[in-house]
């Protein structure tokens, strides 16, 4: 794929790269992609979000991406989006991650581990920080329902409605049609999956 000069999808003769849509992307930041999978220069970001304030490059909900042809991208990240839907749209949005992706793409997505949370939860921990992130402490409490400083702000699209343990995320992934899919748990509070659309 060529880099987009006019248009989220127009393409010239100029520099060959590969595009990376990135899905519920905030406001902008280049750090926001894990430089293992997306290395500096070896990638060109596509940014999509609901909330027209962070400037995405496509205004859109992760279960509605029309303006985004079929096979127009070589890879889909979305980092932390999936537990903001209803659990019945879960898989509408990862049928539409899987069409927008070119036959060989792939799909990297991640969110809390709900197993992990529960383990705190037991503990009687729902209110204590269990790490520490870019927007401050989070709790438990947080990652069920989503951060609570955000939902005082009036940010609802914070708000969490569905969740997933690693069995959940795997399964999700298959029946989208991804092939060789991975999930592992990184052991500080998420899941991390991934698969491939195949040629």
Known sequence: ??????????????????????V??????????????????????????????????????????????????????????????????????????????????????????LQQVAALIAEGRLEEAAYLSAMGPIAPLDMLYGYRPALAAGNAFMGHRTGFVAATLQAHLERAGFQGVRVQRDGHFALWGSGVKAV
């Open 24 to 113: 519920g992307c905030g406001a902008p930041d280049p750090a926001k992609l894990p430089a293992a999978f997306f290395p500096a220069g070896a990638w060109a970001e596509m940014r999509l979000d609901i909330d027209p304030d962070v400037q995405p490059d496509i205004i859109a909900s992760i279960t509605e991406m029309p303006m985004v042809p079929n096979g127009a991208v070589d890879a889909v990240w979305s980092s932390h989006n999936l537990e903001h839907l209803a659990s019945h749209e879960v898989p509408i949005a990862l049928a539409e991650f899987f069409r927008v992706l070119a036959p060989g793409g792939f799909v990297l997505v991640t969110m809390p581990d």
């Open 1 to 22: 794929m060529t880099i987009a000069t006019h248009g989220p999808f127009e393409t010239t003769d100029a520099v060959q790269t590969r595009t990376v849509l990135h």
